[in-house]
């Protein structure tokens, strides 16, 4: 059975940090890239980060770079998401997404997990 898991969210002050966890099992991590996305109340999904099946491509929405950075650690079959500085607007439920031979362009995913919930405020 495939499946990706999200863990790490909860609430945190403006300014705080928390690393959010993508854990795949059912499949090898190696082939695939992966995407973050968020969604938030009465907004659309939207993606938040990428990385590639071979780890050498990454990419940030504009509102978090310089603030998130995506990292993968194929032996552990697991994708993180440390989030620094996180303000207000990063409110979100967290989503991780799978996506064949994924290379961060125009990747279709397949994969989805259940999502994490990010809260900041003071």
């Known amino acids: 059975q495939l499946q990706l898991v999200e863990s790490g969210g909860g609430l945190v002050q403006p300014g705080g940090s928390l690393r959010l966890s993508c854990a795949v099992y059912?499949?090898?991590?190696?082939?695939?890239?992966i995407g973050w996305f968020r969604q938030a109340p009465g907004k659309e999904r939207e993606g938040v980060s990428c990385?590639?099946?071979?780890?050498?491509?990454?990419n940030y929405a504009d509102s978090v770079k310089g603030r998130f950075t995506i990292s993968r650690d194929n032996a552990k079959n697991t994708v993180l998401l440390q989030m620094n500085s996180l303000k207000p607007d990063d409110t979100a439920v967290y989503y991780c997404?799978?996506?064949?031979?994924?290379?961060?362009?125009?990747?279709?995913?397949?994969?989805w997990g259940q999502g994490t919930q990010v809260t900041v405020s003071s």
């Open positions: 997404a799978a996506a064949l031979f994924g290379n961060c362009v125009g990747d279709e995913y397949d994969y």
């Open positions: 059912g499949f090898s991590l190696d082939y695939y890239g």
């Open positions: 990385i590639s099946s071979d780890g050498g491509s990454t």
